[in-house]
C-alpha cells in the first residue's frame, strides 16, 4: 500500500505531520489550502477512516497508526477551536 505523511501548520503557526497509510488522504486536503480547525478534523476523519479500512481489507486489522494520527489531531484541535489549519503538503 502507497503510504504519506501530511504536513499541517495549525492556527498559532505550529507545524506537525501525520502518518496515512493510504494516498486517498490526498483526495481529502489540497497542498496550499486552509480549513477551519473543525472542517479539517472532519475532513481527516473520514480520510484517515478509510485508510484504515483499507488496511483492515488487506491485513485483517485497522491500521494503529492511521488511530494515532487521528487522535493527535482531535487533541490538537481541541485546543485552538477556531482558526485555520493549513496543508503544507504531502511527503513519502
Do not use: K, N
Amino acid at each position: 500500500m502507497p503510504e504519506t505523511t501530511f504536513a499541517v501548520r495549525w492556527p498559532d503557526g505550529t507545524r506537525a505531520s501525520y502518518y496515512s497509510p493510504s494516498l486517498v488522504v490526498e483526495e481529502h486536503l489540497e497542498p496550499g489550502a486552509g480549513y477551519p480547525v473543525g472542517e479539517f478534523v472532519e475532513r481527516t476523519r473520514t480520510a484517515l477512516g478509510i485508510a484504515s479500512e483499507r488496511v483492515r481489507a488487506r491485513y485483517g486489522f485497522p491500521c494503529a497508526r492511521a488511530a494515532a494520527s487521528q487522535a493527535g489531531i482531535e487533541r490538537a484541535a481541541a485546543a485552538y477551536g477556531d482558526g485555520t489549519v493549513v496543508v503544507e503538503g504531502f511527503g513519502r
